[in-house]
């Protein structure tokens, strides 16, 4: 054996692994008490009914076992932390191992508090969250800590726009605030709408993450678990938000989150620490201004303002307003997708003219396959929002609307002048998608707002015509 401390660093990693499988184990349990409903079945701490060993039976059962795994693995962190304050000669993973232990012993205090003083819900969505925080404590631990960490790829250049490791700390940010939204809704029961609006964000942001890191040999294997976790969740979501999901996939759904929001928290973290900046990037203002042209924001706009009344229209109680948000949500996605996609289709077109030619592909400030993929998750992760968070109808009228624009109208505007009346009709099924969104149906009111836009539309397009005539 080697007398270079190599073998206690194995030791160290070895340990570190086990107590982020600990923690992890410590979250699932966590979870089989909220989805069981165990929550208060203890009335005292630290102790249970005065004990260290209660009748294991119904709701005591999870309870107890929760306090029990809570325990071992703050004994874990405490001797994970004095190990590396012993052992570990770089500061910073120190002050990791501090950091983790400091937020148990805030989370055990939460954790007590709440059952001995009865503490608001927010309290408890602050102890999921930061059980969460540990477990990701604990694998950054273990990433630091193993002999890979000591491997230095070769640096890629990160001069893209936007870079990756903008798209890195968004996906993660996003996977955050998707497991604070969870937690809001198992303690609470509010904010299902943005949890599902937030999923399908989620998943347009990790998916360009994914595939812009995929194409980098160093980060590829943990760009596509990254994707394949993103995918599992979404479907275990999809069936919980059914109502009819069983104990154990309620927890794995919590739990999978925990992993997602690990895994992309170290994929963020080895972009920044691979990536250098050998071409100065684009200013950020730039950045979002060419995608607020790539999607055509102003017009955009109005279309959600059309939805939006139509919905209004169509509202026969307050109590349906909850579905307005992610009905404009899942409408701006659709539309702003399908405004990418048919700059994506007509680039060509556009660089020939001078009312155009700026535009973001044109001009050179995006490039076409990242304007076709952000289109495409856009527009597919709109039509999940409107058919999971609205309804069915709503979400097959926009895809109606989007098929129009793309694949009909867009192609016979070189052909034919009747391309005017064809897209006049995806124009005009804004507030139709609206009043769907309000009645879950279409009735004579929905068709006389169709027949109102589609109409205004005609003499607009023509003095679009006139206006361009020599540009067109």
């Known amino acids: 054996m080697s007398g270079d401390g190599s073998g206690d660093r194995g030791l160290l990693h070895g340990y570190a692994v086990l107590t982020a499988v600990a923690t992890f184990l410590l979250l699932i349990a966590g979870g089989l008490v909220t989805s069981t409903g165990s929550g208060l079945s203890v009335p005292d701490w630290p102790l249970s009914y005065g004990g260290w060993f209660p009748p294991m039976v119904g709701g005591i059962l999870y309870e107890h076992g929760h306090r029990m795994i809570a325990g071992l693995v703050g004994l874990m962190v405490l001797v994970l932390a004095a190990w590396l304050w012993r052992a570990e000669p770089r500061v910073w993973v120190r002050r990791l191992g501090e950091a983790a232990l400091v937020a148990v012993i805030l989370q055990a205090l939460l954790g007590g508090l709440t059952v001995l003083l009865l503490l608001p819900p927010a309290i408890s969505i602050a102890h999921a969250v930061l059980g969460q925080a540990i477990f990701c404590l604990a694998v950054c631990l273990s990433w630091c800590t193993s002999p890979r960490w000591t491997e230095r790829p070769a640096s890629f250049s990160d001069a893209t726009c936007p870079s990756l490791r903008a798209l890195g700390l968004m996906a993660a940010c996003l996977v955050l605030a998707q497991v604070f939204l969870g937690a809001l809704v198992r303690h609470t029961g509010r904010a299902v709408g943005a949890h599902i609006f937030g999923a399908a964000a989620l998943l347009l942001v990790t998916g360009w993450f994914v595939m812009r890191a995929a194409a980098l040999r160093s980060l590829r294997p943990h760009a596509w678990r990254l994707m394949g976790l993103v995918a599992l969740q979404l479907v275990v979501g999809g069936v919980v938000f059914t109502h009819r999901a069983s104990v154990a996939l309620r927890t794995a759904h919590q739990a999978l989150g925990a992993l997602v929001l690990a895994q992309a928290i170290l994929l963020a973290w080895q972009t920044i620490r691979y990536?250098?900046?050998?071409?100065?990037?684009?200013?950020?203002?730039?950045?979002?201004?060419?995608?607020?042209?790539?999607?055509?924001?102003?017009?955009?706009?109005?279309?959600?303002?059309?939805?939006?009344?139509?919905?209004?229209?169509?509202?026969?109680?307050?109590?349906?307003?909850?579905?307005?948000?992610?009905?404009?949500?899942?409408?701006?996605?659709?539309?702003?997708?399908?405004?990418?996609?048919?700059?994506?289709?007509?680039?060509?077109?556009?660089?020939?003219?001078?009312?155009?030619?700026?535009?973001?592909?044109?001009?050179?400030?995006?490039?076409?396959?990242?304007?076709?993929?952000?289109?495409?998750?856009?527009?597919?992760?709109?039509?999940?929002?409107?058919?999971?968070?609205?309804?069915?109808?709503?979400?097959?009228?926009?895809?109606?609307?989007?098929?129009?624009?793309?694949?009909?109208?867009?192609?016979?505007?070189?052909?034919?002048?009747?391309?005017?009346?064809?897209?006049?009709?995806?124009?005009?099924?804004?507030?139709?998608?609206?009043?769907?969104?309000?009645?879950?149906?279409?009735?004579?009111?929905?068709?006389?707002?169709?027949?109102?836009?589609?109409?205004?539309?005609?003499?607009?397009?023509?003095?679009?015509?006139v206006l361009y005539r020599e540009d067109y």
């Open 275 to 465: 990536s250098s900046r050998s071409a100065r990037a684009r200013p950020w203002r730039r950045w979002i201004g060419a995608y607020a042209e790539l999607t055509k924001a102003r017009l955009s706009g109005l279309v959600l303002l059309t939805t939006a009344v139509g919905f209004w229209l169509g509202m026969r109680e307050p109590a349906e307003m909850g579905r307005l948000l992610p009905l404009c949500a899942g409408m701006a996605l659709v539309v702003g997708g399908a405004h990418a996609l048919n700059q994506w289709l007509e680039r060509e077109w556009d660089a020939l003219m001078e009312r155009t030619r700026r535009r973001p592909l044109p001009s050179g400030q995006l490039s076409p396959e990242t304007a076709c993929r952000f289109g495409m998750g856009m527009s597919l992760a709109g039509i999940v929002v409107l058919a999971v968070a609205v309804n069915l109808l709503s979400a097959t009228l926009a895809a109606i609307a989007w098929a129009l624009y793309l694949l009909v109208y867009t192609p016979l505007k070189r052909r034919t002048p009747l391309c005017t009346l064809v897209g006049a009709i995806p124009g005009a099924l804004p507030p139709m998608i609206g009043w769907a969104g309000a009645r879950h149906a279409l009735g004579v009111e929905a068709w006389v707002l169709f027949a109102l836009l589609f109409i205004w539309q005609l003499p607009h397009f023509l003095a679009l015509a």
